[in-house]
């Protein structure tokens, strides 16, 4: 009888150990990037998903590159690495890096305002200060939300928009609210930013951005655009529907409109490496990246990122489940877009699908995708 308990006693301490040596392989297994590409087919999938996505991930000194679905939902092919497409509001992180980069060189200062720097701007605007226009904590009003702007997409998309044409728009209203009582995305401010690049550097924004952060970086797919023309091969971006077949808007808008807050085209691979560079101080020191990571708590980016979102000057930090990363997303017709990094810029990642930015629970799968994303980049 006690034989047969020992016997019993020893099996049940075997499972016991067993079972928790598995359960600890479960703890501490490591997300795989077969578990991302898994998400980015899914996505394509889904009703109303795109008809194909992409993700990068920097590690260890090399590119691992996944994608799923078409670039072109008439030929055959995935989204390549080196396909061109629009990056939109990750724009505003390129703005902000040689807005920094001004800061570092002592060209510009981050408590000077708008009176100061752009007399000609709506007085009721002038006390907003550039760190509160690279954080959206100013107040300005977003020229994307006036009647304007809708009838100029309605009327004439493909038509140029100059940025004094935009600030128009918007240049009788008030502020939203007091400068850095408050949160609010506002397109408007990254236009106002690449005014004030103009007006202190002498030179045009497209050749101030290419001056500090495209040629250094050597982003020689990457370019600013004020036309409608997409070079090929590009990433196709669609409207999509559950039931409807994709229409392709890739040219239908000007770019010109969004300008300093949105116009930039690039591929994965060069977005890849700005935001390695941009973590890297590439582009400013030291000093101007602990400004830059003053967080606002609860300023999410748009479309919002992974995680827990907080916004820094022309920089988010989105934290999750596995750990902390540093960037941006985007969103424009056809396309939205997410790029970050970690704090020392080491290793980074890219998302990409060829729809404008989803929502319900399209947009909670995305950002699904891209916390497991992270969770690979970041080995957890």
Not at 48 to 74: E, K, M, Q
Not at 331 to 357: C, E, H, M, S
Request: proline letters at 8%; hydrophobic letters at 40%.
């Amino acid at each position: 009888m006690r034989s047969t308990v020992a016997r019993v006693g020893s099996l049940t301490i075997a499972l016991a150990l067993a079972c928790f040596i598995l359960g600890a392989s479960a703890a501490f297994a490591r997300t795989s990037t077969a578990e991302v590409q898994r998400g980015l087919e899914r996505l394509v999938a889904a009703p109303g998903g795109p008809p194909g996505a992409i993700a990068t991930l920097y590690r260890n000194g090399r590119l691992t590159t996944l994608s799923a679905g078409r670039a072109d939902v008439d030929r055959k092919g995935a989204p390549k690495v080196t396909d061109q497409m629009r990056i939109a509001s990750i724009a505003k992180a390129f703005s902000g890096a040689v807005a920094l980069h001004l800061v570092r060189h002592g060209k510009l200062q981050l408590d000077q305002t708008i009176g100061q720097l752009l007399p000609g701007m709506p007085p009721a605007w002038a006390p907003v200060t550039v760190a509160e226009m690279l954080n959206h904590t100013g107040g300005l009003p977003d020229y994307t939300s006036s009647n304007e702007f809708v009838k100029h997409g309605r009327t004439d998309p493909r038509g140029f928009l100059s940025p004094a044409e935009v600030i128009s728009w918007v240049r009788n209203d008030p502020l939203g609210f007091k400068p850095g009582s408050s949160y609010e995305y506002s397109n408007t401010d990254n236009i106002v930013i690449g005014l004030i690049v103009e007006a202190i550097t002498g030179e045009t924004y497209g050749d101030a951005l290419n001056r500090i952060v495209l040629s250094p970086a050597r982003l020689g797919e990457t370019s600013f655009p004020a036309k409608p023309a997409i070079p090929s091969p590009f990433i196709h971006g669609y409207l999509t529907a559950p039931g409807q077949e994709p229409e392709d808007v890739s040219t239908a808008f000007s770019p010109s409109g969004a300008w300093a807050s949105g116009a930039i085209l690039s591929t994965p691979k060069d977005l890849n490496a700005f935001i390695r560079a941009d973590l890297g101080l590439e582009f400013f020191g030291r000093v101007q990246q602990r400004q830059q990571m003053r967080f606002y708590p609860g300023g999410e980016s748009s479309p919002p990122g992974p995680g827990r979102n907080a916004a820094g000057l022309a920089l988010f930090r989105y934290q999750t489940r596995c750990g902390t990363v540093y960037g941006h997303t985007g969103n424009f017709p056809g396309y939205v877009q997410f790029a970050a990094a970690t704090a020392d810029g080491r290793k980074a990642l890219t998302t990409t699908l060829n729809i404008p930015a989803p929502t319900g629970s399209l947009l909670a799968q995305l950002r699904h995708l891209q916390t497991t994303a992270v969770c690979a980049l970041l080995g957890r």
